[in-house]
């Protein structure tokens, strides 16, 4: 049998084994009992060390406590409000040792700053080369602007180049345009400008109109068209311009010109090729091809009633070369023909210093119908050199070679003077009104 003590133990008998396992689990919860009685009702004395250290493993309860009592005493407050104000001997600043200077575009000078009291650095605009922050002082302030401010501008239309900065008038679009126009029209010796399908990149750049290969009468009639109402000059650029239809010059105080050889007017219609219907107009420096187109004698390469002024042409044709009336002027020019008259030409003419040359027999050099001078031409191979009708003629100092007749004289009162002719001598068929001096034959 067993037997329980006074602390609740038990003592077994150990003459009953059977009951030795349940004994002992007994004694352990017992046991428990014990300690957690006991451990209620402990109580430390213990005092604070005088220094702080700290705490060691196996050191007495009381060691430990009085170490823990130092720290809590030295942090005094802060150990238990964790406030950083409470902390004692805190500092006051917080000093860089090394100091940063603070310059405003500049490389000298400037404001040193390490953070060991309040500074205030004010830096502006202007200072560091910024755009300023203020505009001028009213809005009718015109002028370039300043460290402080803006400048303000008013926008003109002017081209006037006496204006500068200080009055603060900044150029607009069209100015610009203008400036630009002017400088174009200053350089360019035309009013218009008309370049081929061919022609160079650069000229096709400058040129008011490119033709594209077909029918290029259409830009050069448009280019005529759009000069001013007091005339102006239309300029075709070097190449080969195919001509389907009548180029017609319908205003008066027109020039056109071309690059001389380098600009060549091909023939693709049977009609005129030129046809001047105002007055004081002038045709120059170009080539007109015509010859291969089978035209009327009554079609002309140049065809005028107006009096124009033409040279410098080449002009190879299959009818009239050059059809005019009404003192026109003809000089300078390379004429040919197939099948009627180089130069046909009505009243008060001059028709000095060009080459003609015909194909044929029937072919006239040149044909006049009075008061026309006919002087210092070269005339070859035609079947008449020249022809005279009517009054008035003055046929002078011309070369003749190669021809049926040299010069034919109808009508009266012509004067025929200081020729030289190889080949036929002239024939006069007017009477003894004209008159025939110091002409040489050959």
């Not at 009213?138 to 006496?162: E, F, Q």
Request: with cysteine.
């Amino acid at each position: 049998m067993s037997k329980t003590s006074k602390s609740g133990f038990i003592i077994p008998d150990y003459e009953d084994d059977a009951d030795i396992p349940a004994l002992a689990q007994q004694n352990a919860n017992a046991a428990e009992s014990v300690i957690k009685a006991v451990s209620e009702k402990i109580s430390t004395e213990f005092s604070e060390d005088a220094k702080r250290e700290n705490i060691n493993s196996g050191e007495k309860l009381s060691v430990i406590l009085g170490k823990i009592k130092k720290w809590f005493s030295d942090l005094k407050a802060v150990a238990f409000s964790n406030n950083y104000n409470d902390l004692d001997n805190k500092p006051t600043s917080l000093k860089n040792p090394y100091s940063l200077t603070i310059r405003q575009n500049s490389t000298s000078g400037g404001t040193s700053y390490d953070g060991s009291s309040s500074a205030t650095v004010n830096i502006t605009a202007a200072g560091v080369g910024a755009a300023p922050t203020s505009h001028a002082v009213s809005a009718a302030t015109y002028g370039a602007g300043s460290g402080s401010n803006y400048g303000h501008v008013k926008l003109s239309d002017s081209t006037d180049s006496t204006l500068s900065t200080g009055g603060g008038t900044a150029a607009t679009p069209n100015a610009v345009k203008k400036t630009y126009d002017f400088a174009a029209n200053k350089a360019r010796t035309a009013t218009l400008v008309v370049a081929a399908s061919n022609s160079g990149a650069k000229s096709k750049a400058a040129a008011d109109y490119v033709c594209d290969g077909t029918s290029d009468q259409t830009e050069i009639n448009n280019a005529i068209t759009a000069l001013p109402s007091v005339g102006g000059k239309v300029l075709l650029l070097e190449g080969t311009y195919n001509i389907s239809g009548t180029i017609t010059v319908g205003k008066a105080n027109v020039t056109v010109e071309g690059m001389g050889a380098g600009t060549v007017l091909k023939r693709k219609t049977t009609s005129d090729l030129i046809k001047i219907n105002a007055n004081n107009c002038a045709l120059s420096y170009f080539c007109i091809d015509g010859a291969d187109t089978t035209t009327s004698n009554s079609v002309g390469g140049i065809s005028s009633d107006y009096g124009p002024m033409i040279s410098h042409l080449t002009i190879s044709e299959y009818g009239a070369a050059i059809r005019v009336n009404n003192g026109a002027v003809i000089t300078g020019c390379v004429l040919s023909t197939k099948s009627f008259v180089c130069v046909f030409a009505g009243t008060d003419c001059i028709i000095a210093h060009n080459r003609i040359n015909g194909t044929d027999n029937p072919v006239q050099g040149i044909q006049v119908y009075g008061k026309t001078a006919v002087i210092g031409n070269y005339i070859d191979s035609t079947g008449i050199g020249i022809q005279t009708y009517n009054q008035y003629n003055k046929i002078a100092d011309n070369f003749i070679t190669g021809c049926t007749k040299s010069i034919n004289v109808e009508g009266t009162y012509n004067d025929i003077s200081d020729n030289f002719i190889f080949g036929t001598n002239y024939t006069n068929l007017g009477g003894n009104t004209n008159t025939f001096s110091n002409n040489r034959y050959q």
